[in-house]
T-cell receptor, first 116, second 117 residues
Framework: GAVVSQHPSWVICKSGTSVKIECRSL??????MFWYRQFPKQSLMLMATSNEGSKATYEQGVEKDKFLINHASLTLSTLTVTSAHPEDSSFYICSARVRPTAYEQYFGPGTRLTVT | AQKITQTQPGMFVQEKEAVTLDCTYD???????LFWYKQPSSGEMIFLIY??????QNATEGRYSLNFQKARKSANLVISASQLGDSAMYFCAMREGRSNQGGKLIFGQGTELSVKP
């Protein structure tokens, strides 16, 4: 099956610093990737849709300037949490579709961010 | 606006028995897709099964089947012959529109399933 990787798997950063999370499709090209956020014992909330070669589409309530998304190639999307604060601590998960018309999404293993 | 509801925060099932996880949805779109994902404690999301709104037969994948009742807007997951490894969080999700239109998923609150030996 299709494989999506994320790096790092966990990260601890100090308040006020920025952290970048990578999402890669390893064996397929993904024109669209999705970024989700999940708090402990809660559901996944879609943050944004990342489109290769164009600007990301953010969901309502998600700060574009705080969560910078770059989809520079067909296999890589990055999420940068800028000026991180403790409330940004969460589990960040990306997903991608094997092809634009495929119905299923394959998820990365997630990145656990802790801001101290 | 579309909405997914899972009313069972937690469920227990005896090993080797079947269990049904409930999911109801709300959408005004005629074309949509329904998904079930499993999330073990490690955090990765594992795709289990898919049902398209125009699919006339209930989807099945091994021990997983989806009980799709369109008029009632429900898409319950049935796991047969439960195994200890089935213990995890289960999420129901919906995609509005056809596959080639966007594709973002909206997730329910999740149901934590515990399989007892």
């Amino acid at each position: 099956g299709a494989v999506v990787s994320q790096h790092p798997s966990w990260v601890i950063c100090k308040s006020g610093t920025s952290v970048k999370i990578e999402c890669r499709s390893l064996d397929f090209q993904a024109t669209t990737m999705f970024w989700y956020r999940q708090f402990p014992k809660q559901s996944l909330m879609l943050m944004a849709t990342s489109n290769e070669g164009s600007k990301a589409t953010y969901e309502q309530g998600v700060e574009k300037d705080k969560f910078l998304i770059n989809h520079a190639s067909l296999t890589l999307s990055t999420l940068t949490v800028t000026s991180a604060h403790p409330e940004d601590s969460s589990f960040y998960i990306c997903s991608a579709r094997v092809r634009p018309t495929a119905y299923e999404q394959y998820f990365g293993p997630g990145t656990r961010l802790t801001v101290t | 606006a579309q909405k997914i509801t899972q009313t069972q925060p937690g469920m227990f099932v005896q090993e080797k028995e079947a269990v049904t996880l409930d999911c109801t949805y709300d959408t005004s779109d005629q074309s949509y897709g329904l998904f079930w994902y499993k999330q073990p404690s490690s955090g990765e999301m594992i795709f289990l099964i898919y049902q398209g709104s125009y699919d006339e037969q209930n989807a099945t994948e091994g021990r997983y089947s989806l009980n799709f009742q369109k008029a009632r807007k429900s898409a319950n997951l049935v796991i047969s012959a439960s195994q200890l490894g089935d213990s995890a969080m289960y999420f129901c999700a919906m995609r509005e529109g056809r596959s080639n239109q966007g594709g973002k998923l909206i997730f329910g609150q999740g149901t934590e399933l515990s399989v007892k030996p």
